[in-house]
């Protein structure tokens, strides 16, 4: 049976999650809870909430949505075919394996990719094509089912992109992942099909503001076998399901207003709210109909908030779906909603870590933990709040973490790889490859510390190094074909400065830069090395070679530049 539960506080969510965990039957004692979350952040929250109300919080299976399907898809449909080849990171070969093959036969193709294609264009819109591809077999299944049949329309893209999906149903096989999905659904929904023991003895949907729709069916089809609890972060109290954003509003101008129902009510819903609203319309269908909602009473009833604050006004009012038609009279002290102009992301965080200094200081029960700062771009912001909230010491230092950020934009040795691997695009500015020899890693490779770089970097800035490794970089970028203010300039005068001291004497064009002192030929000649090598990789890195040696030579490279350190995670 498929049971929805939904509140407007997730701590509240939290705390019926904790109580239906503990009337739960499992099969033995050391059998795991399965939740499927939105994203890890919420996992652990959630882990947090069941501990501090429960006592403990253990043997939790937290997956996503997408991993819990398609991991179950074999238990739930007998003889499936494995589908990892229809996964976005293994389509994009597939497609870049077929795309001359197909542009053979499509004129539009032929014409995007040319005669004499560069690889890198192939690469990039095979990668682009993975991504369609991969939305579409999520969210436009029927789509695809009527390419598999030829039926496409005769519009761009549709007219191009229908005979590259066909040619890797060919290649890869006739049952993708909509086809087993739909299959899967259809072997659930059968009273007579048989399941193995191994489904979970009931699942639980935590926080889930968004499903797409093929994913809620399957849900649904497979609560026809075990419980499955939806605990849905739902704003508001009444259906909305059937409003729509100005946008959309505008899209039916021409029908009588007494017909758009609810799409004249409350604008933050409606602008903000899509996923969740798109979400409830599929668990209100005709399709889901034997939902139940359990009546719980008093314990999950919506609290309508304070109202002498801003944002209680609007929490209230988007709860009860009722936009006010005159401003409310506010509290003297009203600071519930506050707006801050800042000139920079350095700027924006600076003032969030002295607003929230004065959260705390004013309110002893509020504790880090219980702040949320949400951001609209993680890795933008995530220098500046290293640098803010990591440099705070004392009264003044806030314990936090960064979520929501991949392991490729946020541990220091992959973001080094990566610029290593754009190497042969790089401009080469002195602040990206300073910061390359700055990684803990690579300055134990090199014998560099950081007294020896803060010199360095005097030292370069003084000799006139910006950006370009020589005139070849900058005629390149089509700034000239001089050398000045590039690497080999500056390095030029550095390493004649340790020669001669005289600054006035011209040797072969170039002026010395002398004012180096104690330990500065060993640094210098440090970083000398270094830039070889930097220099050395780009220039092979530019040349074609087969996977075998690509890793060959990525491993020759990763264990030339970094020195791994045992206590380094």
């Known amino acids: ?320 779906m009722q936009v006010p038609k005159q401003p409310q009279p506010l509290a003297t002290d009203e600071v519930s909603v506050q707006i801050h102009a800042c000139h920079g992301v350095l700027r924006e965080i600076e003032v969030l870590h002295d607003q929230l200094l004065d959260l705390l200081s004013r309110d002893p029960s509020l504790q880090p933990r219980d702040i949320l700062v949400m951001l609209p771009d993680v890795a933008r912001y995530a220098a500046a709040i290293e640098s803010v909230f990591g440099a705070a010491s004392g009264p003044r230092n806030l314990p936090f973490s960064l979520s929501d950020r991949s392991r490729s934009s946020s541990h220091p040795i992959m973001q080094s790889f990566r610029r290593l691997l754009d190497l042969p695009l790089s401009r080469w500015p002195a602040s990206e490859i300073l910061a390359l020899a700055g990684v803990p890693a690579v300055m134990r490779r090199f014998g560099l510390d950081e007294a020896a770089l803060q010199s360095l970097r005097q030292w370069l800035d003084q000799a006139g190094v910006r950006w370009g490794w020589d005139a070849s970089t900058r005629s390149a970028f089509a700034a000239g074909s001089q050398d000045a203010y590039s690497w080999q300039f500056g390095l030029d005068r550095l390493l004649l400065g340790l020669l001669q001291s005289d600054e006035d004497s011209l040797v072969c064009g170039i002026a010395p830069w002398s004012d180096l002192e104690g330990s500065a030929g060993d640094d210098l000649g440090r970083l000398w090395h270094f830039l070889q090598q930097l220099r050395e990789w780009s220039e092979s890195l530019e040349q074609p070679c087969s996977a075998q040696s690509w890793q060959d030579r990525l491993n020759h490279m990763l264990a030339t530049l970094f020195l791994g350190d045992e206590q380094d995670s």
């Open 1 to 320: 049976m498929f049971r929805l539960y939904h509140h407007h506080d997730l701590g509240r969510l939290a705390e019926l999650l904790a109580v239906l965990l503990g009337r739960q039957e499992r099969r033995h004692v050391l059998e795991a809870d399965t939740i499927i979350v939105p994203n890890q952040g919420v996992a652990r929250w959630l882990q947090v909430q069941i501990a501090q109300s429960e006592g403990i919080a253990a043997n939790l299976h937290m997956p996503l949505s997408a991993r819990f399907i398609w991991q179950l898809i074999p238990d739930t449909l007998p003889g499936a075919p494995d589908s990892q080849d229809f996964e976005r990171s293994r389509l994009r070969w597939h497609l870049y394996a077929l795309l001359p093959e197909v542009a053979a036969q499509e004129g539009a193709l032929a014409k995007y990719l040319g005669g004499d294609c560069p690889d890198i264009l192939r690469l990039q819109l095979a990668d682009k094509l993975a991504d369609v591809f991969d939305q579409y077999l999520i969210y436009r299944p029927d789509l695809l089912e009527a390419w598999d049949r030829g039926a496409e329309a005769r519009r761009q893209p549709e007219q191009w992109q229908a005979p590259v999906w066909r040619a890797l149903t060919r290649r890869l096989g006739p049952r993708h992942r909509a086809r087993l999905l739909r299959e899967s659904i259809e072997h659930l929904g059968a009273p007579t099909s048989v399941l193995p023991d191994r489904l979970p003895k009931a699942l639980y949907c935590f926080g889930l503001g968004a499903l797409p729709p093929e994913y809620l069916k399957f849900l649904y089809a497979l609560a026809s076998r075990i419980p499955v609890h939806f605990l849905l972060l739902n704003p508001c109290k009444a259906y909305w399901g059937d409003i729509q954003s100005r946008r959309g509003r505008l899209d039916r101008a021409m029908e009588p207003e007494e017909e758009l129902g609810l799409e004249t009510d409350h604008p933050l819903l409606a602008s903000l709210g899509r996923g969740t609203r798109d979400l409830l319309r599929s668990l209100y269908s005709d399709e889901l109909s034997t939902i139940v909602e359990p009546e719980l009473g008093d314990a999950m009833a919506y609290a309508i908030p304070d109202s002498k604050h801003l944002l209680g006004q609007v929490q209230a009012s988007i709860i009860q």
